[in-house]
Nanobody
């Protein structure tokens, strides 16, 4: 099992920045894909970004490419999502997730481990 705990959400004005953190503990996570997803009220859970813990390879949704950056700190077992130039449409609950595989997937159903979520609200 992998336990994931997110932090860093909040309220920010459009154009502002936030950094989300996801602290992982439990089983060896060196072979896990770590992803961020978001879900707005009444909408499906959408892929935001993912990183391979092993290789550092990343993938981003088109809607956040160039604005968001996913990174990992192996020593702290923590994954970050730096969000810049935030827009009102980025408002959602953001979830950290882990997939025990070596291939990055954008399908949330592939991910076995989930954090509790953190609210991000961007005001216009």
């Amino acid at each position: 099992q992998v336990q994931l705990v997110e932090s860093g959400g909040g309220l920010v004005q459009a154009g502002g920045s936030l950094r989300l953190s996801c602290a992982a503990s439990g089983r060896t996570i060196s072979s896990v894909i770590m992803g961020w997803f978001r879900q707005a009220p009444g909408k499906e859970r959408d892929f935001v970004a993912a990183v391979s813990w092993t290789t550092g390879r990343t993938d981003y949704a088109d809607s956040v490419k160039g604005r968001f950056t996913i990174s990992r700190d192996n020593a702290k077992n923590t994954v970050y999502l730096q969000m810049n130039s935030l827009k009102p449409e980025d408002t959602a609950v953001y979830y950290c997730a882990g997939d025990p595989t070596i291939f990055i997937s954008r399908d949330y159903k592939r991910y076995d481990y989930w954090g509790q979520g953190t609210q991000v609200t961007v005001s216009s």
